[in-house]
T-cell receptor, first 112, second 114 residues
Framework: DAGITQSPRYKITETGRQVTLMCHQTWSHSYMFWYRQDLGHGLRLIYYSAAADITDKGEVPDGYVVSRSKTENFPLTLESATRSQTSVYFC???????????FGSGTRLTVV | DQQVKQNSPSLSVQEGRISILNCDYTNSMFDYFLWYKKYPAEGPTFLISISSIKDKNEDGRFTVFLNKSAKHLSLHIVPSQPGDSAVYFCAASARGGSNYKLTFGKGTLLTVNP
């Protein structure tokens, strides 16, 4: 199916565990982004990427790692999960610089 | 330092009336503005946008107004419908140079009452 998909939809993990959230898009969009949504904070940018092998930090990158070896995939890894990383994570992609994104459906992550 | 501000966390209106959602920004380099709509358990979806060379853009029931001198934009929904009940995010970008990311506000929860 064409589009942008995130997996898993829901994840519960323990403090200190490593967890990877997956994001896959079928359009070959150059630009990809990871946001987290928290009550009272809206959408905050974690990491973004302009192309394969080009990534950059957003507002809240601490505790997260990204990679982009292929244009269509942009996984987000929490190296050692903390309770403060409990959130809803959204991946997005864009074809054109600075224009609108298409978002995935999100991953709800709970760290216990 | 919040560059895009939505100062009203929530708004409640009656069906058929106008909904006005407001957004302020501080970065004068922003030249493109968007509104996204988000339902629970779904990702945000694009609603409408406006370039800084315009002061108004209309799409059906949705109109976005931009006041560059005041660094203010607003989204008007006329008439409001119960299906419009959602969180609305304002976003902005500065498309020059290497800056290709959107900066979002905190969102406004719109409730349209039947």
């Amino acid at each position: 199916d064409a589009g942008i998909t995130q997996s898993p939809r829901y994840k519960i993990t323990e403090t200190g565990r490593q967890v990877t959230l997956m994001c896959h898009q079928t359009w070959s969009h150059s630009y990809m982004f990871w946001y987290r949504q928290d009550l009272g904070h809206g959408l905050r940018l974690i990491y973004y990427s302009a192309a394969a092998d080009i990534t950059d930090k957003g507002e809240v990158p601490d505790g997260y790692v990204v990679s982009r070896s292929k244009t269509e995939n942009f996984p987000l890894t929490l190296e050692s999960a903390t309770r403060s990383q409990t959130s809803v994570y959204f991946c997005a992609s864009s074809e054109v610089q600075g224009y609108g994104y298409t978002f995935g459906s999100g991953t709800r992550l709970t760290v216990v | 330092d919040q560059q895009v501000k939505q100062n009203s966390p929530s708004l409640s209106v009656q069906e058929g009336r106008i909904s006005i959602l407001n957004c302020d920004y501080t970065n004068s380099m922003f030249d493109y503005f968007l509104w996204y709509k988000k339902y629970p358990a779904e990702g945000p979806t694009f609603l409408i946008s406006i370039s800084s060379i315009k002061d108004k853009n209309e799409d059906g029931r949705f109109t976005v107004f931009l006041n560059k001198s005041a660094k203010h934009l607003s989204l008007h929904i006329v008439p409001s419908q119960p299906g419009d009940s959602a969180v609305y995010f304002c976003a902005a970008s500065a498309r020059g140079g290497s800056n290709y990311k959107l900066t979002f506000g905190k969102g406004t929860l719109l409730t349209v009452n039947p």
